[in-house]
């Protein structure tokens, strides 16, 4: 008898991928149940503000459907226009924000050249320059380019700028100058701002070891949300006073703010995304646990010593700043754990632990990436997973051709 959650989804999860015709290794799979008891979560941290569901943070068309189909999510924000020219073209939405500045001439070309498509997708804007970049492939302004703008929603205390380095608008000032430009602009409309507080989204304020850290991570959110509040409610009272200028959206949060985010009055929408998989860089949030939704199956090709097992591949590195953190985590069974001086191989993985001296050549180590979406970029089916079943394989952006 399985006595270990870990050791019960490990067996579960072999079971389904291989109680029929097996499936090639690696092996990626997301468990529904998990996937579907995230969405309602997060839609209850939510409050009723609606969610915009993150599709950098999935990646496959067929998991961006399923969260849409849930009340209380709508729209979706792209991570590139070409994305979002896709997700339009398959129906996959018809509401789609791009969250970063475009300049591919290519798929602003398309988006100028598809009335549909231009009334369905909103570009981020932070730049004259990026209104230039759209005039500058297209013929005519007949056909009308929606804009939202990006306002930095980072911190700003003793002198130093706390957050992602994103939009250069940070003051009221800046932020109604570019939308007086954009509504003097023939073939741009202004619908939406965007403020995406990073530095309280994405950033674990509960770590084990680290209770130092995390206290300091806390206050500084603390001091964000509070910030934040302030700046918005001055950026929306003078954007309400420029002449034509009537706001459609006003988009803030992510997994990790989404309770702060909408009790901001400004905020009529949140994104969400990375809380229906449940990536292993959310097991430290004070606030929330998402359960574990996608994981990715290697199998057993070594034993080179009794307390090692060794799976293929396994060097599925997360972005971001360098650090044990961004490693793949050997999760199933339990009692697994990387070796320090080797890591994830791109060809190669050890793993050791207690777990490690049960494993047998042919078994199937399950391990969570450190972020959300990523890990499909390496595959191109992913294997949806009730209970102990396979019950349907999907494309990931790369099984459709793309690599946005």
């Given at each position: 008898?399985?006595?270990?959650p870990?050791?019960?989804l490990?067996?579960?999860?072999t079971?389904?991928?291989?109680?029929?015709?097996?499936?090639?290794?690696?092996?990626?799979?997301?468990?529904l149940?998990?996937?579907?008891?995230?969405a309602?979560?997060?839609?209850?941290r939510?409050g009723?503000?609606p969610?915009?569901?993150?599709?950098?943070?999935?990646?496959?068309p067929a998991l961006?459907?399923?969260?849409?189909g849930?009340?209380?999510?709508a729209?979706?924000l792209?991570y590139?226009?070409?994305?979002?020219?896709?997700?339009?073209?398959?129906?996959?939405?018809?509401?789609?924000?791009?969250?970063?500045?475009?300049?591919?001439?290519?798929?602003?070309a398309a988006l100028v050249?598809?009335?549909r498509?231009?009334?369905r997708?909103?570009?981020m804007?932070?730049?004259?320059?990026?209104?230039?970049?759209?005039?500058?492939?297209?013929?005519?302004?007949?056909?009308?380019?929606?804009?939202?703008?990006?306002?930095?929603?980072?911190?700003?205390?003793a002198g130093?700028?706390?957050?992602?380095?994103r939009?250069?608008?940070?003051?009221?000032?800046?932020?109604?100058?570019?939308?007086?430009?954009?509504g003097?602009?023939?073939?741009?409309?202004?619908?939406?701002?965007m403020?995406?507080e990073?530095?309280v989204?994405?950033?674990?304020?509960?770590?084990?070891?680290?209770?130092?850290?995390?206290?300091?991570?806390?206050?500084?959110?603390?001091?964000s949300?509070?910030?934040?509040?302030?700046?918005?409610?001055a950026?929306?009272?003078?954007?309400?006073?420029?002449p034509?200028?009537?706001?459609?959206?006003?988009?803030?949060?992510?997994?990790?703010?989404?309770?702060?985010?909408?009790?901001?009055?400004?905020?009529?929408?949140?994104?969400?995304g990375?809380?229906?998989?449940?990536?292993?860089?959310?097991d430290?949030?004070?606030?929330?646990?998402?359960?574990?939704?996608?994981?990715?199956?290697?199998?057993?090709?070594?034993?080179?010593?009794a307390?090692?097992?060794?799976?293929?591949?396994?060097?599925?590195?997360?972005?971001?700043?360098?650090?044990?953190?961004?490693?793949?985590?050997?999760?199933?069974?339990?009692g697994?754990?990387?070796?320090?001086?080797?890591?994830?191989g791109?060809?190669?993985?050890?793993?050791?632990g207690p777990?490690?001296?049960?494993?047998?050549?042919?078994?199937l180590?399950?391990?969570?990436?450190?972020?959300?979406?990523e890990p499909?970029?390496?595959?191109?089916?992913?294997?949806?997973?009730?209970?102990?079943?396979?019950?349907?394989?999907?494309?990931?952006?790369?099984?459709?051709?793309?690599?946005?």
């Amino acid at each position: 008898m399985l006595d270990d959650p870990r050791d019960r989804l490990a067996a579960r999860l072999t079971t389904a991928v291989r109680g029929g015709t097996p499936l090639p290794t690696p092996t990626f799979v997301v468990d529904l149940d998990a996937f579907d008891a995230n969405a309602d979560d997060l839609l209850g941290r939510a409050g009723g503000t609606p969610v915009r569901v993150a599709s950098k943070s999935l990646r496959v068309p067929a998991l961006v459907r399923r969260a849409l189909g849930r009340e209380g999510f709508a729209g979706v924000l792209a991570y590139t226009l070409a994305e979002a020219l896709f997700l339009e073209e398959q129906e996959v939405a018809d509401d789609i924000l791009v969250g970063y500045p475009s300049v591919d001439p290519v798929a602003l070309a398309a988006l100028v050249r598809s009335p549909r498509a231009a009334s369905r997708i909103t570009l981020m804007v932070d730049d004259v320059a990026h209104l230039d970049a759209v005039d500058a492939i297209r013929a005519s302004t007949a056909v009308p380019v929606q804009v939202a703008i990006d306002v930095d929603a980072g911190l700003r205390w003793a002198g130093q700028q706390i957050g992602p380095r994103r939009s250069p608008l940070y003051d009221v000032g800046s932020v109604v100058a570019l939308a007086r430009v954009i509504g003097d602009r023939p073939g741009f409309q202004l619908v939406g701002v965007m403020t995406y507080e990073g530095q309280v989204a994405g950033v674990p304020d509960d770590v084990p070891h680290q209770r130092a850290r995390s206290a300091a991570v806390r206050r500084i959110k603390a001091m964000s949300v509070r910030q934040l509040a302030y700046r918005r409610q001055a950026i929306a009272e003078a954007l309400a006073a420029v002449p034509g200028v009537a706001l459609r959206f006003w988009n803030a949060g992510g997994t990790g703010s989404l309770e702060s985010s909408a009790a901001d009055p400004a905020v009529t929408e949140l994104t969400a995304g990375s809380g229906l998989l449940g990536p292993a860089l959310f097991d430290h949030y004070q606030g929330f646990l998402p359960r574990p939704a996608a994981f990715f199956g290697l199998p057993v090709t070594r034993r080179p010593a009794a307390g090692v097992a060794t799976v293929q591949g396994g060097g599925l590195v997360a972005s971001g700043p360098a650090g044990k953190d961004r490693l793949p985590v050997p999760w199933a069974p339990a009692g697994l754990e990387l070796l320090g001086l080797e890591g994830a191989g791109e060809v190669q993985t050890p793993v050791t632990g207690p777990g490690a001296a049960a494993l047998r050549v042919g078994d199937l180590v399950w391990f969570r990436h450190a972020k959300s979406g990523e890990p499909f970029e390496h595959a191109n089916q992913v294997h949806l997973v009730v209970g102990d079943t396979v019950v349907e394989s999907v494309r990931t952006y790369r099984g459709h051709g793309h690599a946005f």
